[in-house]
């Protein structure tokens, strides 16, 4: 206990501030890579979205949300030298960081008492997954905050609905969703479960229209250059990297070309080259792969069916057969496990048949992995859960220390 009450925040932040340092000096992406530096490059030459290019010419995406590509264009738009430019991208990336942790404790501190939220904001700060991120030209330390300040914001919103928060809160979620597409799920069914305890329709309503507002801008050129409403439709590519013959728990590496990896799709795929860079090739291509990745699940079922379940447990606890390199690291496995194991444990004892703050954030644990195990799973993916996990893994803490 006199241990544990000498662990105050200032510190915490210290221990954030060194741990990540030491990342950015050691592990820094040196370049943009993969699909961030095409998105980049289009936004900077052609001042396009776009990921894909046809017989040379960069056709619209609809493939990436362009949060994070935008963030990128800004900072490059200032800083053109590009080491310069990546350093002030990781430095930003550690204000996020430390605007995270600060939330975190702000998260824990609205569930538990302050030794127990100090615990649990260390625990945080200390992932190695976490304190790597910051080092990589990656959404992910953006992602982090922006869920942190959702979470914040709805935890808030649980106990009274306030002006203050629901601006807060639908701004985040529009935000988040213009990061990650698949986030528009999570948002209906956390602003559903709001409803249930406020019963307040007027202000539910005012939540989405603010929500719908900030993403309306990308909605609206989406509409405009390929005639539907949507965010992103990256589902074909996703669905078909993790549900083919030859995919694992972490899909199937698409480096090489997915005519070249998935031969099944190639000629399709050719006729589309064939055309020309024409405007919709995006939404096209989505449909192609989509086809083809629900033909090989109608095939298979049964193994697509354990594939799943593989993907499931990958998330929860461990991948027993990860390609990624220093993937079982004991600096990366152990806490994987144990933060895995005690989040189960959380959930058990906190379950009660109520409306409550714990029981959405077990909703939330459950309804991401279902998501995202449809797909594939990467590494990374479990910094969407962290803070997630967190909270659930107190829970024990409390239950075995009552007075902490």
Sequence with gaps: MKIISKFQLPLIFFIAVITRLFALYYFRDIEVANEWGILLENLEKNRMLSVHSVQGVPVPNIFM???????????????????????????????FALISVYLTYKILSKLFSNNISLIGTLIFTIFPLNVFAVSQISSSTLQILLLNLFLFSYLSLFKKLTYKYILIFSFSAGLLILLRGEFFIFVLLSVFY???????????????????LTI?????????????????????????KGNNPRAKVEGTPMFLGIQNVIPEVKTELNELVSRGPIQNYDLIQKKILFNQAIKFIKEDPYNYIK????????????DLEADYKNYYSPLHIIPKIILGITTIIGIILSFRFKISALNYISLYYFSNIGLFSIFFILPRYSLSLLIIQVILSLTLLKKIKPNL
Aim: proline share 5%; hydrophobic share 50%; aromatic share 22%.
């Design 65 to 95: 949300p362009p949060l994070y590509p935008i963030f990128l264009y800004c900072v490059k738009f200032f800083f053109q030298n590009i080491d310069l430019f990546l350093w002030v991208i990781q430095y930003i990336q550690l204000l």
């Design 216 to 240: 309306s801008p990308y909605i609206y050129r989406n509409y405009n250059i390929f005639g539907v409403i949507t965010i992103t439709k990256s589902s074909g590519y996703n669905l078909l």
């Design 307 to 318: 594939l799943y379940f593989k993907k499931v447990i990958s998330f929860a606890l461990i």
């Design 194 to 212: 709001l409803y249930l305890k406020q019963k307040n329709f007027i202000k539910i309503i005012l939540i989405c229209l603010i929500c719908l």
